[in-house]
């Protein structure tokens, strides 16, 4: 009776532990999406985003986190991104991390915006005051018209998310930025919780109570989640890396050297397929990004000086126009993105080095248009030689031209050893005529 009392209870503990492995079933941890930002905010950032926030709405997440590192970026991709966040089914929670990262000016406006912020030691954020997105000057009326609807969109936003509105309004007007702990401290905070890392975040949301911007209060549950991680597809890596002001830059500048040498060499085929590739893909980040148009217009007229100089005599003052023209125009081109600077050590060389790269191929090839044909019909004339044969008005003879005997008639009589030159050439017979001869009496000339 007692080996029955023990199996019976053997049976019970094995059946207790199935049922609390069911209850730890896999399929029943709750996801959280992790969606990384490190770079300027554009278009296809804003597409990434919500393109994740797409996958967490049909995967029933219970958190999406949007890890973020950015020098700012543009408004309207700002507000496209704040949009999809505000509509999202599952909370969304913008982490600046990891130490060390920033999230300046259109960062800021999303860390605000998010359902819960949150900041890794030793991170910043702030300095959100807008500027011309064109890069060109405006006028202080239109530069307060900017920041105010700026700052309003903020204190809209910080305000609906209980955080801090004064000190938000300032970021943007007075371009203020906030560490980890002063976000965290200030009264009232302009973040809700600071992290060393995901699981860290992850364990300080669990249970935790999070108003949504429409009002609605939901709790997280963020206990054992599994961390699902969406990376930005092959294409949108590739457009993110060219919809960059400096690699826009470099790319319409080799495009332009490659179908200028194409151009110079007819036939080179190499530089103009590559040039036509590299001015495409210019075109396209300038369709992401704002373009300054009379930054574009002054490295028109800069390229034009320079095609002058190669051609009309200005000693090297058409040149060093199109140089300084090719130089201004570059640094008001590429400063079009709010908190991307591209630093005139980058600009100056490659402005400088294309122009001078410019007039020295155009110089090499001008040179070799100018030179005479070393092939063909055209390369026989003026050249010289010596008579085989005599040769008379009515008589045609034989002469050695560049090592080769040719077939020929002259004019006037011709005796055998004698030097000639080559006047006319028709078909494969030469006319010719006596060495010296004054070109002005050439018969053979019409």
Same mark, same amino acid.
Not at 176 to 202: G, S
């Given at each position: 009776?007692?080996?029955?009392?023990?199996?019976?209870?053997?049976?019970?503990?094995?059946?207790?532990?199935?049922?609390?492995? %069911?209850?730890? #079933?896999?399929?029943?941890? @709750?996801?959280?999406?992790?969606?990384?930002?490190?770079?300027?905010?554009?278009?296809?950032?804003?597409?990434?985003?919500?393109?994740?926030?797409?996958?967490?709405?049909?995967?029933?997440?219970?958190?999406?986190?949007?890890?973020?590192?950015?020098?700012?970026?543009?408004?309207?991709?700002?507000?496209?991104?704040?949009?999809?966040?505000?509509?999202?089914?599952?909370?969304?929670?913008? !982490?600046? =991390?990891?130490?060390?990262?920033?999230?300046?000016?259109?960062?800021?406006?999303?860390?605000?915006?998010?359902?819960?912020?949150?900041?890794?030691?030793?991170?910043?954020?702030? =300095?959100?005051?807008?500027?011309?997105?064109?890069?060109?000057?405006?006028?202080?009326?239109?530069?307060?018209?900017?920041?105010?609807?700026?700052?309003?969109?903020?204190?809209?936003?910080?305000?609906?998310?209980?955080?801090? /509105? @004064?000190?938000?309004?300032?970021?943007?007007?007075?371009?203020?930025? !906030?560490?980890?702990?002063?976000?965290?401290?200030?009264?009232?905070?302009?973040?809700?919780? %600071?992290?060393? #890392?995901?699981?860290?975040?992850?364990?300080?949301? +669990?249970?935790?109570?999070?108003?949504?911007? +429409?009002?609605?209060?939901?709790?997280?549950?963020?206990?054992?989640?599994?961390?699902?991680?969406?990376?930005?597809?092959?294409?949108?890596?590739?457009?993110?890396?060219?919809?960059?002001? $400096?690699?826009?830059?470099?790319?319409?500048?080799?495009?332009?050297?490659?179908?200028?040498?194409?151009?110079?060499?007819?036939?080179?085929?190499?530089?103009?397929?590559?040039?036509?590739?590299?001015?495409?893909?210019? !075109?396209?980040?300038?369709?992401?990004?704002? /373009? +300054?148009?009379?930054?574009?217009?002054?490295?028109?007229?800069?390229?034009?000086?320079?095609?002058?100089?190669?051609?009309?005599?200005?000693?090297?003052?058409?040149?060093?126009?199109?140089?300084?023209?090719?130089?201004?125009?570059?640094?008001?081109?590429?400063?079009?993105?709010?908190?991307?600077?591209?630093?005139?050590?980058?600009? /100056?060389?490659?402005?400088?080095? !294309?122009?001078?790269?410019?007039?020295?191929?155009?110089?090499?090839?001008?040179?070799?248009?100018?030179? @005479? @044909?070393?092939?063909?019909?055209?390369?026989?004339?003026? $050249?010289?030689?010596?008579?085989?044969?005599?040769?008379?008005?009515?008589?045609?003879?034989?002469?050695?031209?560049?090592?080769?005997?040719?077939?020929? %008639?002259?004019?006037?009589?011709?005796?055998?050893?004698? $030097?000639?030159?080559?006047?006319?050439?028709?078909?494969?017979?030469?006319?010719?005529?006596?060495?010296?001869?004054?070109?002005? +009496?050439?018969?053979?000339?019409?």
């Amino acid at each position: 009776m007692m080996w029955r009392r023990v199996l019976l209870l053997g049976f019970i503990a094995v059946a207790t532990a199935d049922s609390s492995v %069911v209850a730890q #079933d896999p399929a029943d941890r @709750p996801i959280a999406i992790v969606v990384e930002i490190d770079g300027i905010i554009h278009p296809i950032a804003a597409e990434y985003l919500a393109q994740a926030i797409d996958e967490a709405d049909t995967s029933d997440a219970a958190v999406v986190i949007l890890l973020l590192r950015t020098p700012g970026g543009l408004l309207d991709s700002t507000r496209t991104m704040v949009s999809r966040m505000i509509t999202s089914r599952a909370p969304v929670v913008v !982490f600046v =991390a990891p130490s060390g990262a920033r999230a300046a000016s259109a960062g800021f406006v999303l860390l605000i915006a998010g359902d819960i912020a949150a900041m890794a030691p030793g991170t910043h954020a702030g =300095a959100a005051h807008p500027v011309s997105g064109t890069g060109e000057q405006v006028d202080e009326t239109m530069s307060k018209k900017a920041a105010s609807d700026a700052a309003a969109y903020v204190r809209s936003l910080a305000e609906a998310r209980g955080r801090n /509105v @004064p000190l938000s309004a300032d970021a943007v007007l007075e371009s203020r930025a !906030f560490t980890d702990r002063e976000a965290l401290q200030a009264m009232p905070p302009l973040i809700d919780l %600071v992290a060393t #890392d995901i699981n860290d975040l992850l364990a300080q949301l +669990d249970g935790r109570a999070i108003k949504r911007f +429409d009002g609605r209060t939901v709790t997280v549950r963020t206990e054992n989640a599994e961390i699902r991680r969406i990376e930005m597809t092959r294409r949108q890596r590739f457009l993110s890396a060219i919809a960059h002001p $400096q690699i826009a830059y470099l790319l319409m500048t080799l495009g332009i050297l490659g179908l200028t040498v194409e151009l110079w060499n007819p036939g080179a085929i190499i530089p103009g397929v590559a040039g036509g590739l590299c001015l495409l893909l210019a !075109f396209f980040a300038f369709q992401v990004l704002p /373009v +300054d148009t009379t930054g574009l217009l002054l490295v028109v007229f800069g390229i034009g000086l320079l095609l002058l100089e190669l051609t009309v005599p200005s000693f090297g003052a058409l040149g060093i126009g199109g140089a300084i023209s090719l130089l201004v125009g570059s640094i008001m081109l590429t400063d079009t993105v709010p908190g991307i600077e591209v630093s005139y050590r980058f600009i /100056v060389p490659v402005a400088l080095g !294309f122009a001078a790269l410019f007039l020295v191929l155009g110089r090499l090839a001008l040179r070799a248009h100018r030179q @005479p @044909p070393a092939t063909g019909v055209e390369a026989l004339l003026g $050249q010289t030689g010596r008579a085989r044969t005599s040769i008379a008005p009515e008589s045609p003879g034989q002469v050695d031209i560049r090592g080769e005997i040719w077939r020929a %008639v002259s004019k006037v009589p011709i005796q055998p050893g004698q $030097q000639v030159r080559v006047a006319d050439v028709s078909g494969l017979t030469l006319r010719v005529e006596p060495f010296g001869a004054n070109e002005g +009496d050439d018969a053979w000339k019409v």
